[in-house]
């Protein structure tokens, strides 16, 4: 017989979450207001991952390239929120229109780069650099997030 437990991860929202725009292996990405985002656990109360993600966006500090925080609460991780959405998504949907220009395409690639050099120099690894979570913001510059 297997020892695999299976769990049944239901929505919730805590307190000033309108909305889950995002869920991940092990949290959702709530929205707080139209700047920021509460990235809390799928299951309630199971916080260590979000608290090791506070230290290592601390321990990085701020930069352009890497998601901004607020700060733990009760619920979780307050994040700035990345008004585009991820790459993966902003590139969906602009296959229906021109193609991206390859100066934007050139300019994430350095965005990109700049930001894995930020997190090594503070001897951070991001072990899961995808579309995902390369975030873009309003002025489509890019943030890696999910730490």
Not at 93 to 99: G, K, M, T
Not at 122 to 139: E, G, P, S, T, Y
């Amino acid at each position: 017989m297997s020892n695999v437990e299976i769990l049944h991860v239901r929505r919730y929202y805590p307190l000033g979450v309108s909305e889950i725009i995002g869920r991940g292996g092990a949290s959702f990405i709530g929205v707080l207001d139209e700047s920021t985002v509460l990235k809390y656990p799928c299951i309630p109360g199971n916080n260590e991952g979000i608290q090791t993600e506070a230290r290592l966006l601390e321990a990085i500090g701020s930069h352009p390239r890497i998601i901004a925080t607020e700060g733990l609460t009760k619920y979780g991780l307050v994040l700035q929120r990345a008004s585009t959405g991820c790459l993966n998504d902003y590139i969906d949907y602009i296959a229906s229109l021109p193609a991206i220009p390859f100066d934007r395409k050139l300019l994430w690639r350095k965005q990109t780069a700049e930001a894995v050099s930020v997190i090594h120099e503070k001897h951070v690894i991001h072990c899961d650099i995808n579309l995902q979570n390369l975030l873009l913001d309003k002025h489509l510059d890019l943030l890696l997030a999910d730490f």
